[in-house]
Structures are given as C-alpha cells and as structure tokens.
C-alpha cells in the first residue's frame, strides 16, 4: 500500500483547440503547475475539444481553451489565455509561487 495523500485528490480538464499556439501554452502551464503544486494528487484529461464534442457539452464549454476543476469543490472554469503561471494558480486557489506564509 502506498501512504495517504497529502491532501484532497485533484481532477482537471483542460479543453484546447488542436496543436494552436494558445493551446499549447496552456498545456505547458497547467502541467507545470501539476507538477510542482500538485503532484501525486491530480488526475489531469488533456481533451482536444474538436474530437469530443459530448465532453464539451458536458462540461459547457464556450471558448477554448478553458481548464475545468472538476475537484475539489468548488467547480471552477478558467477561460482564455491560460499562459499565465499566476493567474491560473490564482484560479485554483493555489498559493502564489514565491510566496511564504502571511506575514501579518
């Protein structure tokens, strides 16, 4: 058996266009961030929304590309431009990089 998690399992999907500049940006962040903030919790779906238009619908996907967090709670969607590191930490609830605790 493996040890417990150090937190609540992860679940994303990250819906792109295809092999598109914005596309693959996204991929890039959103893998960064998985593995240095959440590695061993996430379950991440990479999805071109072209060849699955039911998971799509589902999800209710408007623009691409657009990260989807199925879990934990609460359910976010982050829509367009998804290369920026802090802004899409910020989206999950992630502490910012580089920062330490509240100095407060």
Do not use: F
Request: aromatic residues 2%.
């Amino acid at each position: 058996m493996s040890p417990a998690a150090p937190g609540p399992r992860w679940s994303l999907t990250l819906y792109v266009s295809g092999a598109s500049p914005r596309s693959t940006e996204a991929i890039e962040t959103v893998r960064r961030i998985c593995d240095e903030d959440l590695a061993t919790m996430v379950d991440l779906n990479v999805v071109n929304a072209t060849d699955h238009p039911a998971l799509v619908t589902r999800d209710h996907i408007l623009a691409l590309p657009t990260l989807v967090k199925h879990a934990p709670e609460p359910q976010r969607h982050l829509v367009g431009d998804l290369a920026d590191l802090q802004r899409v930490r910020l989206g999950l609830d992630l502490e910012p990089a580089g920062l330490g605790a509240d100095p407060s």
